[in-house]
């Protein structure tokens, strides 16, 4: 399912002067944040163009706007893509396809017939896809983190006790640690003490601890390198959670393998755990999976409805029912509402989701556990006798629209379409990354930074920035922020070496 893409993106000719015989001194520059783009000039050489703000993704709807300010009066902006559309005005809308180099030529013309241009290169990041369906790039877990690199090399760190970090030893690694030579891997997603990779054939590894067989290799023996996962089943995605582990196959079929003690995966089985991939119950197919830590939930393929599965003592089932610490659904159901989404995500026991509707003033919706505000609204509904709740899926009231979400284990994080980042919840940790350990029951900006991928794991944070340099902050004791200690961050601090 491919969702709608928005982006708001100015761009601001800030000095005109048109040829010889226009009077330049009588120009002036108006005052605008950006960077200036240095580019091949055409006409006179005097155009400057600057851009604010510099986050130009793929596939986003993209609004460009032009002032001028000049003596002259300025008949038409004129706006030339690579796909050889043609835009006029002072304020157009265009949709950059693919990533990479994409040249814009910007013309003016003045009321005499004077013409000034300038052909711009710019940089379109890569399309942030449907979270769960392409999990690249850095990857924060439970007490460790993986990333795959622009090389297309994979590095693990953070605990390494049952072998999690997949170097072959049992020693924590305060910095990324290259694992897995030879194999070519394509994805990773990182659990509580596991992780698995899918390798460019579609192949599952997974390797860490294996008490309830969520390695899928028909074991319970911990692995401290990359063990393939019987079956021989080829897959396009893959998640994992606490002690199970999920992916789709390229048709949208959902295998799970791993505990099963409270119906986490969807088979419907009797069976407490099951230690190589089972079919998940239901028939239905599914463009995104993502396990949390006893629950599950997917995207259908055709709808964009939600279904989920597993463990409902706090709602984060989302069909109305559960509250109780026993409550579970062993096969898929329905979330409530009725939304067809675009994205999904499953934190410790909450769950968030974002509407494929991109006119919606806002877009997300989540349920389940709020404690410590992770759902992003208050509520006054109780689980299990005295935990804050929502058994059914609740619209933030915040004005921030989302492009992009994260749950972690008690805190949620999303990207609007600038590229600044936003967390909320639990920050006992300095997890938000707003540079306090306050907890915030309403979307909060993380700095100043740019970002275009922004993973949550177990009170930490990790994302990748506009500039494919990776950042990460709070919970650091095993040194899964991989800056070379294992002193908490309350801000994004750089993971050095790695580049995406």
Not at 103 to 120: E, L
Not at 145 to 169: E, F, K, M, P, V
Request: charge should be neutral; glycine fraction near 12%; include cysteine.
């Amino acid at each position: 399912m491919s969702a709608p893409r928005t982006l708001r993106w100015t761009a601001l000719l800030s000095t005109l002067a048109f040829m010889a015989c226009v009077d330049s001194s009588a120009l002036t520059a108006p005052t605008q944040s950006g960077t200036s783009i240095a580019a091949p000039v055409e006409g006179d050489g005097s155009l400057n163009v600057s851009t604010w703000p510099r986050a130009v993704i793929a596939e986003f709807q993209t609004e460009l706007e032009a002032t001028v300010v000049s003596r002259e009066s300025v008949d038409q902006v004129e706006w030339h893509f690579a796909d050889g559309s043609v835009a006029r005005g002072s304020k157009v809308h265009h949709a950059f396809a693919d990533e990479g180099v994409s040249v814009v030529v910007v013309r003016a013309t003045t009321a005499s017939g004077k013409i000034v241009q300038k052909r711009m290169n710019i940089v379109v990041s890569p399309g942030i896809s449907a979270l769960g369906t392409v999990l690249t790039g850095v990857v924060a877990g439970g007490l460790h983190t993986c990333a795959i690199d622009a090389a297309a090399s994979l590095y693990c760190w953070g605990y390494n006790g049952n072998g999690t970090i997949g170097d072959g030893t049992r020693t924590h690694r305060y910095s990324p640690t290259r694992i897995g030579t030879g194999i070519n891997f394509t994805q990773v997603a990182t659990g509580i003490g596991h992780s698995c990779a899918l390798t460019d054939t579609g192949a599952a590894y997974c390797w860490g601890k294996n008490e309830s067989g969520q390695l899928g290799d028909g074991t319970t023996t911990d692995r401290a390198v990359p063990t393939a996962v019987l079956g021989g089943l080829a897959f396009s995605s893959i998640d994992v959670g606490y002690t199970h582990s999920c992916a789709l196959t390229s048709t949208g079929v959902a295998y799970c393998w791993g505990a099963d003690s409270l119906g986490q995966l969807g088979d419907g089985s009797p069976a407490v755990r099951q230690l190589q991939p089972v079919v998940v119950a239901g028939n239905n197919t599914f463009t995104v999976i993502r396990a949390g830590n006893t629950h599950t939930c997917a995207l259908q393929d055709v709808t964009g409805y939600a279904y989920c599965w597993g463990a409902n003592s706090t709602g984060q089932v989302g069909n109305g029912t559960g509250g109780n610490a026993t409550d579970r659904v062993t096969t898929p159901v329905a979330v409530s509402g009725g939304n067809s989404f675009a994205q999904i995500d499953v934190g410790s026991s909450h769950t968030c989701a974002l509407l494929t509707n991109q006119n919606a003033s806002n877009k997300m919706y989540c349920w389940g556990w709020n404690d410590n505000g992770q759902l992003g609204i208050a509520t006054t509904e109780l689980c299990r006798g005295t935990v804050k709740c929502s058994r059914i899926p609740l619209k933030l009231p915040s004005n921030v629209k989302l492009i992009s979400i994260t749950a972690g284990s008690t805190h949620t994080c999303g990207i609007i379409s600038t590229g600044t980042a936003y967390c909320w919840g639990s920050n006992s940790n300095g997890q938000l990354g707003d540079g306090t350990t306050i907890d915030r029951a309403a979307p909060t900006a993380i700095s100043t930074l740019q970002f275009k991928s922004i993973r949550s794991g177990r009170n930490f944070t990790c994302g990748v920035l506009l500039d494919n340099t990776a950042r990460c902050w709070g919970y650091n004791y095993f040194g899964m922020l991989g800056v070379g200690d294992n002193l908490d961050r309350a801000t994004p601090a750089a993971v050095p070496n790695l580049t995406f």
